[in-house]
């Protein structure tokens, strides 16, 4: 059973971009979120919290992996980089979607995910400097802060309500009705017609 949401963590890992989707996917209580790491040890984030990774990237259960996410952060330029490469492929042939955003969609360009869906980066000569083996470029689209397509979300660095919202859409979370207002309210905060009560209860689950 596909019931587990994965995030990638590793030392500066830009926390915000993903805090969001995280929060959307812990509400309804259906989802497991679980850390995933390099090694099973703790790594601070960019804004300074301290996280020790439920297990690495080696011991991924891909029977139970619903969504892969991978934030931004300086590692996408690092060593580690090959590693985090092969296990996106796995998890992407073992059939489930994954989300990257800021510098994560690099990983998704060496992965080869990219060259044939449509996609988003920070901007359009992102992903050609860092990946010269990437051939995505006419599936770039430069209009957009998220996009969803093919099994893969991405997002630029400015789209962090945007990536929350493609996860939303792709795991089903609450109705269409709902998730339509929790966008305006958190992307304009122009509040739902019933809203009239606690924060809480702004999105009703479907």
């Not at 994965?6 to 915000?16: K, N, T």
């Not at 011991?59 to 996410?69: N, T, W, Y």
């Amino acid at each position: 059973m596909r019931d587990t949401v994965y995030v990638l963590v590793f030392e500066g890992f830009a926390d915000w971009q993903v805090a969001l989707a995280l929060s959307e996917i812990r509400r309804p209580g259906d989802w497991e979120v679980d850390t995933v790491g390099f090694s099973r040890e703790s790594v601070t984030s960019m804004s300074g919290m301290r996280v020790v990774p439920d297990c690495s990237l080696d011991e991924l259960d891909l029977d139970a992996v619903a969504l892969l996410m991978l934030p931004g952060g300086h590692v996408w330029l690092s060593a580690y980089a090959e590693q985090i490469t092969r296990a996106v492929r796995r998890v992407h042939d073992a059939g489930a979607p994954v989300a990257a955003i800021d510098d994560g969609v690099l990983a998704l360009a060496r992965a080869g995910l990219i060259d044939r869906c449509r996609h988003t980066a920070n901007w359009a000569g992102h992903l050609g400097r860092d990946v010269p083996a990437y051939k995505g470029h006419e599936q770039y689209d430069a209009n957009v802060l998220a996009v969803s397509d093919g099994g893969v979300i991405t997002a630029s660095h400015l789209g962090s309500v945007e990536f929350a919202r493609e996860i939303i859409h792709t795991l089903d979370l609450y109705s269409a009705s709902d998730r339509h207002h929790w966008y305006r309210l958190f992307k304009h905060a122009i509040p739902p017609p019933w809203f009239a009560g606690e924060p809480t209860e702004i999105i009703r689950a479907a």
